[in-house]
């Protein structure tokens, strides 16, 4: 019998530790099929952040670091200087990058570095217990903003793919999600095209992955995509952001 379907080579066959209807795991398996399709299994290195996915070294067969909170970009240079042949990610939460983690994630694009960082907004903080994030949506409510966020006294939300796109060194930032089967697949292609750029030696590439908290929004798995679709895609428009892989030769 033919098999149409199995686990990639990149991910390990365990459990994970994160909330029913978490779509960490479904981002975990699209980095893991594009390290397989690339066949840079034995050449690539992630780094895992501080937050939900603080375990994910767990969870991917490539060789991994753990970095102090925010500073996986910083983590990442350094491996990708001292070992240049290899392929380094960084797998980072909103509160890990668009918070404590915001110098490194900018100087790291702005340097250009040839590391690829993957994304994960749920506009929440989710492992501490549902705290406002930056990237937090106006007027939703949060442990920290029971009223709703009121941008007069807590702030805008960041909108981090378009700060990243302002910056020489990024080549490739992409905003995609991974509520339906067709996002996903565009969301594994834009992931795969993030790590040609750093294979190519093109820069700092930059995917935004739009993704639910069930668990802390109170919602169940489905009404989190429709609360995500209704609510996050508007405020964060999917798409190509910045794309200059074609033009740096």
């Keep these: 019998m033919a098999v149409v379907f199995q686990k990639p080579e990149a991910l390990l066959d365990v459990p994970t530790h994160y909330c029913p209807g978490c779509t960490h795991g479904t981002i975990h398996r699209l980095v893991a099929e594009v390290i397989d399709e690339l066949k840079i299994l034995d050449k690539t290195i992630g780094v895992a952040p501080v937050g939900c996915s603080v375990l994910c070294y767990d969870y991917f067969a490539c060789d991994m670091s753990e970095a102090a909170h925010g500073r996986a970009p910083a983590v990442a240079t350094g491996i990708k200087r001292a070992l240049p042949d290899k392929v380094v990610f960084t797998y980072q939460g909103d509160g890990d ?6 110098a490194e994630a900018v100087h790291a694009a702005a340097r250009g570095e040839l590391i690829t960082t993957i994304f994960v907004n749920n506009c929440i903080y989710g492992m501490t217990g ?3 994030a930056p990237t937090t949506l106006p007027g939703q409510i949060t442990e920290t903003s029971p009223y709703g966020r009121d941008v007069k006294t807590q702030g805008h939300p960041i909108k981090v793919s378009e700060m990243i796109s302002t910056l020489d060194g990024s080549c490739y930032v ?5 509520d339906t089967v067709p996002n996903i697949n565009k969301a594994k292609k834009a992931i795969k095209k993030a790590f040609q750029a750093q294979l190519d030696g093109k820069g700092y590439s930059l995917i935004e992955v739009l ?3 069930p668990t802390n929004w ?17 405020y964060y428009p999917l798409g190509v952001i910045k794309d200059t892989t074609k033009e740096v030769e």
Excluded: F
Excluded at 218 to 234: A, K
């Design 174 to 178: 992409e905003r995609v999600s991974v």
């Design 97 to 102: 990058l668009a918070a404590i983690g915001t």
């Design 130 to 132: 549902g705290q406002m």
């Design 211 to 213: 993704s639910i908290c």
């Design 218 to 234: 109170g919602l169940s798995p489905v009404e989190s995509m429709d609360w995500l679709r209704d609510n996050m895609i508007p």
